[in-house]
């Protein structure tokens, strides 16, 4: 599977941070548990991982831990580096 997304490296820790499509929110829980897993796999398995929602309105929503967001929420976008990542199908 491949997603796009960026590690963002903050004062605490690196974050990887996966783009989603805002009905990600609508998947069944165990559906998002394993995508999220996926892209904890595809960012190399060390890091924790956050989604950040596709917006109309060009504002940033994150979805995950409710420790990591603030962590990430002030990085301006233009300061992520975004890729295209490649995760295990399988988990």
């Known amino acids: 599977m491949k997603f796009n997304g960026a590690l963002v490296k903050t004062d605490e820790r690196v974050i990887g941070v996966a783009v989603v499509e805002n009905d990600f929110l609508d998947l069944d829980p165990e559906v998002r548990a394993k ?5 904890h796999k595809g960012f190399g398995g060390q890091v924790p ?17 409710p ?6 929420k002030d990085v301006p976008l233009n300061m992520m580096t975004f890729k295209t990542w490649t995760a295990p ?3």
């Open 89 to 91: 199908d399988e988990v």
């Open 49 to 65: 991982v956050l989604v950040l929602l596709e917006s109309v309105e060009n504002k940033e929503k994150y979805w995950g831990r």
């Open 67 to 72: 420790d990591l967001i603030p962590l990430v």
């Open 35 to 39: 995508r999220l897993m996926q892209y």
